[in-house]
């Protein structure tokens, strides 16, 4: 596959999400884009937070000075609607708007905007927002390092595993402040999500809707933050985990490149459909993977999930609300976010190409 035609698939990626953008009412991104009813819903705090690092690592590879523009704009937008005691609201600024409701993944995932925000232009409100919503979330975890409380409104469980990627956002705060709490709330959620994973790497209470056969999209999660947090540290049995998983989901991958929705604690497919935005998530994590562990199969396997995800990137459509941008499901009617253009999905596509970029030989 040419340069170029991953330089177009990323191109027009971001470019979708540049008009989620300017389909809200404020400079936050829309949370999906509803093929049925023809709609872009409200903002979405929680992803505009991850979106934010990677439209400034677009700008820096492509020299896209919109694109860092839209990333400062956003981290000033998340300094304006953070809650009063630090957190992230759940949901989109729609949801609940007369009493927002704090969430700690939401809060996890803004972390990474505003620590980057920090680093690419030193402004004083991100480092202030920062160290506030990464208090918010060392004060109300509990003392095993599970977070029980402030669920997402979304799902139908209140203990998530995939918070080892709340625990890698505090890396980040510790990263730019320096302030030995973040580090140490970070660690200790990995510890207690270690006793969730089982000898064969799947995790217990690790889905949105149904633990027992979670989406790739939270396996996804979780395998990242342990990866994260763990070679931040040099903590091996983080890594080992993340590992684990990585390994059994090697093994599964189809021959199209993409993984199955869903998958049981035996890593028994539970679905025919495919969860775009977790085969996304899962080329950026193997790609990482070989990165820290050089084992190239890691990348032959992103490399595979890319191509499969290029090929339904529709950039011949005359709809400018669907071109470029990636589905929840395919086919569009599975079970995650169906009929729904979810601007992470587009997040994580974005980031697996420039990754395999950057790491091409």
């Known amino acids: 596959m040419r340069d170029r035609e991953i330089g177009s698939a990323v191109k027009a990626v971001v470019e979708w999400m540049k008009r989620a953008q300017d389909a809200t009412q404020d400079v936050g991104v829309a949370q999906a884009y509803f093929v049925n009813r023809g709609e872009w819903t409200a903002s979405y705090p929680e992803t505009t937070g991850y979106?934010?690092?990677?439209?400034?690592?677009?700008?820096?590879?492509?020299?896209d000075s919109d694109a860092r523009r839209r990333a400062v704009e956003m981290a000033g937008w998340e300094c304006e609607v953070q809650l009063h005691s630090g957190a992230?609201?759940?949901?989109t600024m729609a949801d609940h708007a007369d009493d927002p409701r704090p969430t700690i993944f939401n809060t996890g995932q803004v972390l990474f905007g505003w620590a980057r925000a920090c680093?690419?232009?030193g402004e004083e409100r991100f480092h202030t927002a920062l160290e506030r919503a990464a208090d918010w979330l060392c004060d109300v975890q509990d003392e095993d390092g599970c977070w029980r409380r402030f669920g997402s409104t979304r799902t139908a469980t209140s203990v998530n595993?995939?918070?080892?990627?709340?625990?890698?956002?505090?890396i980040d705060a510790y990263r730019v402040t320096g302030n030995e709490r973040?580090?140490?709330?970070?660690?200790?959620?990995?510890?207690?999500?270690?006793?969730?994973?089982?000898?064969?790497g799947w995790w217990r209470n690790n889905c949105?809707?149904?633990?027992?056969?979670?989406?790739?999209?939270?396996?996804?999660?979780?395998?990242?933050?342990?990866?994260?947090?763990?070679?931040?540290?040099?903590?091996?049995?983080?890594?080992e985990a993340a590992l684990k998983a990585a390994r059994a989901l090697v093994k599964r991958q189809r021959d199209d490149g993409s993984w199955a929705g869903q998958y049981s604690r035996w890593w028994r497919p539970k679905a025919e459909w495919t969860c775009c935005t977790g085969n996304c998530q899962l080329a950026v994590n193997f790609i990482r993977l070989y990165e820290i562990t050089g084992d190239r199969?890691?990348?032959?396997?992103?490399?595979?999930a890319n191509r499969f995800t290029m090929s339904i990137q529709d950039l011949e459509t005359d709809d400018p609300n669907v071109r470029g941008g990636i589905p929840g499901s395919w086919p569009i009617d599975g079970r995650y976010h169906p009929y729904q253009y979810p601007n992470w999905a587009a997040k994580f596509f974005a980031d697996a190409l420039m990754a395999e970029m950057r790491n091409a030989p």
């Open 119 to 121: 680093q690419e232009t």
């Open 161 to 170: 595993t995939y918070n080892t990627r709340t625990a890698w956002g505090l």
């Open 208 to 239: 949105l809707l149904d633990n027992s056969k979670p989406f790739t999209h939270t396996i996804a999660y979780a395998m990242r933050g342990f990866l994260e947090v763990g070679d931040f540290l040099g903590e091996e049995r983080f890594v």
């Open 182 to 200: 973040y580090r140490e709330a970070a660690r200790k959620n990995c510890q207690w999500a270690l006793g969730q994973q089982l000898r064969n």
């Open 51 to 63: 979106i934010i690092p990677t439209f400034f690592d677009y700008a820096e590879l492509t020299g």
């Open 297 to 304: 199969a890691f990348f032959d396997s992103a490399v595979r």
């Open 88 to 91: 992230v609201r759940a949901g």
